[in-house]
């Protein structure tokens, strides 16, 4: 079973500011496997990357992904207030448990 | 609009059954695999299991913790994914959500409906 280690557990910033956010896995993940989430309390999760760095439609030029292997990146180039929120990285596998989470990143207001 | 409407929540005792529906809108449902994915109180996600498409074989996965206990399955003619889970435990409290893995991640996802385990 892969599993994915977010870090860090909480970042604190401030609107306007950049945010990089890790997601580590213990074996190598396809990139085409890789995405990202948002979520805000009460919701549910909502795609922001799929296939490590590619973005749906209607999903901020803001967010962009990035990564091979084992290390990935979510990046906000410049923090909206709405963007705080709880991101969670996922990847997916061959065999049972066919996908996986990260425990997330909470990104609060500094 | 792709819509995805999870209902059948509630409060449940220890050892007791549930089923979860979700009702599908705006895509072709029976060519869709389907997933639920559930979130304990304060937690991250988890994946709970997978349906495949009939055309594609209608296989099914579980995670390991809800493996012989919880059931996924699908009517195409009603668009709807079910999920019965038996035998329940305090640890299956969560939100169950519906959702469709779209490639190899998930959108869109349904609201979500709380499930309760609880004496």
């Known amino acids: 079973e892969i599993v994915l280690t977010q870090s860090p557990g909480t970042l604190s910033l401030s609107p306007g500011e950049r945010a990089t956010l890790s997601c580590r896995a213990s074996q190598s993940v396809s990139s085409n496997y890789l995405a990202w989430y948002q979520q805000k309390p009460g919701q549910a999760p909502r795609l922001l990357i799929y296939g490590a760095s590619s973005r749906p439609t209607g999903i901020p030029d803001r967010f962009s992904g990035s990564g091979s292997g084992t290390d990935f990146t979510l990046t906000i180039s410049r923090l909206e207030p709405e963007d705080f929120a709880v991101y969670y990285c996922?990847?997916?596998?061959?065999?049972?448990?066919?996908?996986?989470f990260g425990q997330g990143t909470k990104l609060e207001i500094k | 609009e792709v819509q995805l409407v999870g209902s059948g929540g509630g409060l449940v005792k220890p050892g007791g059954s549930l089923r979860l529906s979700c009702a599908a809108s705006g895509f072709t449902f029976s060519n869709a695999w389907m997933s639920w994915v559930r979130q304990a109180p304060g937690k991250g996600l988890e994946w709970v299991g997978r349906i495949k498409s009939k055309t594609d074989g209608g296989t099914i996965d579980y995670a390991a913790p809800v493996k012989g206990r919880f059931t996924i399955s699908r009517d195409d003619s009603k668009n709807t994914l079910y999920l019965q889970m038996n035998s329940l435990k305090t640890e299956d409290t969560a939100v169950y959500y519906c959702?469709?893995?779209?490639?190899?991640?998930?959108?869109?996802w349904g609201q979500g409906t709380l499930v309760t385990v609880s004496s």
């Open positions: 996922q990847q997916y596998g061959s065999s049972p448990p066919l996908y996986t």
């Open positions: 959702t469709t893995p779209s490639g190899h991640w998930f959108d869109p």
